[in-house]
């Protein structure tokens, strides 16, 4: 059954800053207070699913049960073709405890440069989840392709940016200006899908 997302309160089911940044952006125009786990204090909970979308649900699902408020969650992650999709769902964990994403680049170009790999293709995918306090949830997912360069360019964005070539682009997407990679990110694509759906 369909619903909509009346503009509110929206907790964004994340301590993951770039993605605070990148949420609020999106839906602060919209009329939603963004407010962010991180804020609220709320536990991290495990991502123990094997797909962007049933992670995306784990962590919206409790944002909602603990605040009783609409939350949304973005499951996203790297997966590079010659490596089979990965790292996939464990693009944050490649980055070790504390995260480190030149680490976690590093690990994906050494892993290419052992199997001599050519194709440089990868694509990020977002999944956007909505959980209502009882029980409602909806998905949306977004992809964006591109290639990997080496070494990491530009200092925007976050996580593995400096190393994503979008298709079609020379830079990075750490060297786009926000505004810039905001327009076709794979988070992009699924809040146009999710506006189409819920606003
Ligand atoms: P998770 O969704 O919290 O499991 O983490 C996904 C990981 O994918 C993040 O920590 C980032 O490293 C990476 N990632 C997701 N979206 C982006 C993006 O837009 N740019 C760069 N890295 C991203």
């Known amino acids: 059954m369909s619903r909509k997302l009346e503009p509110g309160r929206l907790v964004a089911a994340t301590h993951n800053k770039g993605k605070v940044v990148e949420l609020k952006d999106l839906f602060e125009p919209l009329g939603f207070e963004v407010v962010s786990a991180d804020q609220l204090q709320l536990d991290e909970p495990d991502e123990t699913e094997l797909t962007f979308e049933g992670n995306a649900l784990i962590k919206a699902r409790a944002a909602a049960q603990a605040t009783g ?35 976690a680049m590093e690990k994906v170009e050494r892993e290419l440069q052992a199997i ?55 830079v990075t997407f750490a060297e786009l200006k926000p505004a810039q990679k905001h327009a076709m990110s794979h988070r992009a694509v699924a809040f146009e899908k999710l506006k189409a759906a819920l606003l």
Not at 69 to 89: N, R
Not at 138 to 156: A, C, Q, V
């Open 116 to 170: 001599d790999a050519k194709d440089r293709s990868a694509k990020f995918v977002s999944c956007l989840a909505v959980a209502w306090p009882d029980g409602h949830e909806m998905t949306f997912r977004g992809e964006i392709l591109g290639d990997l360069t080496w070494p990491p360019r530009g200092e925007m964005g976050f996580g593995y940016d400096p190393v994503f070539v979008p298709l079609g682009h020379e």
């Open 69 to 103: 408020a609409p939350a949304l969650s973005d499951d996203s992650g790297l997966e590079v073709t010659a490596l089979g999709g990965m790292p996939g769902v464990h693009t944050a964990i490649w980055a070790g405890e504390p995260r480190d994403f030149y680490k």
